[in-house]
């Protein structure tokens, strides 16, 4: 069973997550929170396997309490932000602060139980339809000169996978525009992480565009 915490100041939201969440046989909402110091407070006493967090909410807002959460648990956290897009200008500082993923609160509700698997199994939530349009408008810091010096610890495989990843590209989709398999696109995507120092493909993306790797509106392939 995948234990989830849902965090959100409307109860009205809890109650909607909660009842998509555990129509499914492998999930079960162990508890709820209603602003970030609470949500804190409920992941260190119940340990969930995923925490479903809004942003915006009284007390502390969800960036602060992923930051916290993820100082106190480290790898074990793993947080899915659900937000607003045209409102929530500091997502990127969630993603940031080690965010495991984000969600659009009008996404249909197959999505939402798709993306706590997703981080439940430890992977990122990368929907590419949605991470270009959320780099592209939060990283604002000017990319550097030069390539970093990082790029020259990675194989030329790995980076032509970080240009995949950086895109939002799911491991079936790098496999095949790489042709290789699976199995291997994850090994290519572990190692690429413990070279760069990041936790998850979230932050490899975010690295990625920072650093000038992709440029936000460019086409990746020409890393």
Known sequence: ???????????????????????????????????????????RVLRPDVVVMDVRMPEM???????LINEQAGDRARILIVTTFDLDDYVHTALRAGASGFLLKD????????????????DAL?????????????????????????????????REVLQEVAKG???????????????????????LLSKLGLRDRVQAVVWAYEHGVVLPGADPAGM
């Open 107 to 122: 996404a249909p509700p197959e999505q939402l139980v798709d993306a706590v698997r997703v981080v439940a199994a430890g």
């Open 61 to 67: 807002d969800g960036v602060e309490a992923t930051r």
């Open 169 to 191: 590209s799911s491991n079936a989709e790098i496999a095949e525009a790489l042709f290789v398999s699976e199995t291997t696109v994850k090994t290519h995507v572990g190692h």
């Open 1 to 43: 069973m995948i234990r989830v915490l849902v965090v959100d100041d409307q109860a009205l939201v809890r109650s909607g997550f909660r009842m998509m969440l555990e129509a499914e046989d492998d999930i079960e909402v162990i508890g709820e929170a209603a602003d970030g110091k609470e949500a804190i407070d409920r992941h």
């Open 126 to 158: 990368l929907a590419p339809s949605v991470t270009r349009r959320l780099i592209e408008r939060f990283t604002d810091e000017p990319a550097q000169a030069a390539p970093p010096i990082e790029l020259d610890q990675l194989t030329e495989r790995e």
